[in-house]
């Protein structure tokens, strides 16, 4: 079994074989060129897939919100345009004449870690991923639960600020403007007399108490998000991707404030950190291609 696996972002779209074993035989990537829209998007795939031969499937993990019976990119963020409504399936069946599998980042990603990665052994959790926004999935009873229209998981848009900062979905408050990496950066960046990125925080954040502050005040607002969350569905675990989270002060932290603000009955919920990094969708796709899910 080989199958070519695609991870579209908003930045990049990696991708690799995968064979039988679940081993990536040479991971790639390719800029997006996101701006230029759905269509573009579709060619590169095509593009990409004539570099390969005897390839069985094709596994695409894309952002947007999708229906994974379809292939159809039910709603997509102005990121990247005119995505919203493309038929990514057909249109890639047509052209390559190779069975393939569509199915939202966050959820390909929730469906790696359950079978390769953190979420091993848990027949239910919830992933959150932190980054420019944040992405979350619900895995329950061992299949990523999707709603009735295919988009359940929008865990970055649960309001945590009643009335607060505007956000890309036209409300206001949301989660994601808070406690999301790029929340992180523009505090950071306001007290900052030079730019800083994720790395440079943390390498300066020991040494420097007004950056410290904004980090933990930053947590705080994760914290104050998996509260609403573990809540709601009262899961064993929660795992937290995204590059940020391979910072450890970040997990130690959660793991320490967040108990004590827990009713006592919540308090077994474990945090963990994603283990695949960005291998997670490329694998939860091709699991999910390799099973007929």
């Known amino acids: 079994m080989r199958i070519l696996a695609l991870d579209i972002g908003g930045t990049d779209i990696k991708y690799g074989i995968i064979n039988e074993s679940f081993d990536i035989l040479g991971a790639h990537k390719t800029p997006t060129n996101a701006h230029l829209g759905g269509a573009h998007i579709i060619d590169t795939i095509i593009d990409i897939s004539k570099n390969y031969t005897n390839i069985d499937k094709i596994a695409i993990s894309t952002a947007g919100q999708v229906d994974s019976h379809s292939g159809v990119i039910v709603y997509a963020t102005d990121t990247i345009p005119n995505y919203t409504g493309t038929r990514l399936k057909e249109a890639v069946e047509k052209e390559t004449g190779i069975l393939t599998v569509v199915e939202n980042d966050v959820n390909s990603a929730a469906y790696g870690e359950a079978h390769f990665g953190a979420g091993k052994g848990y027949d239910s959790f ?141 308090r077994n919920v474990k945090i963990k950190r994603a283990t695949l990094g960005n291998k997670a969708s490329m694998l939860g796709a091709s699991y999910k291609a390799v099973n007929n899910m």
Request: proline share 4%; aromatic share 10%.
């Open 126 to 266: 919830i992933c959150l991923t932190y980054g420019t926004g944040i992405g979350g999935a619900i895995f329950l009873n061992g299949d990523v639960f999707k709603g009735s229209g295919f988009s359940a998981g929008e865990m970055g848009h649960i309001i945590t600020h009643a009335g607060g900062k505007a956000c890309t979905c036209g409300g206001n408050g949301c989660y994601e403007q808070y406690a999301s990496t790029s929340a992180l950066l523009r505090a950071v960046n306001e007290i900052s007399p030079t730019p800083l990125d994720s790395f440079e925080i943390f390498s300066k954040m020991n040494s420097d108490e007004q950056i410290k502050s904004a980090v933990d005040s930053w947590i705080d607002e994760i914290i104050i998000g998996l509260i609403s969350i573990i809540y709601t569905f009262n899961p064993p675990l929660i795992i937290l991707g995204g590059g940020i989270m391979n910072e450890e002060y970040i997990i130690n932290s959660i793991n320490e404030r967040l108990p004590s603000r827990l009713m006592e009955s919540f």
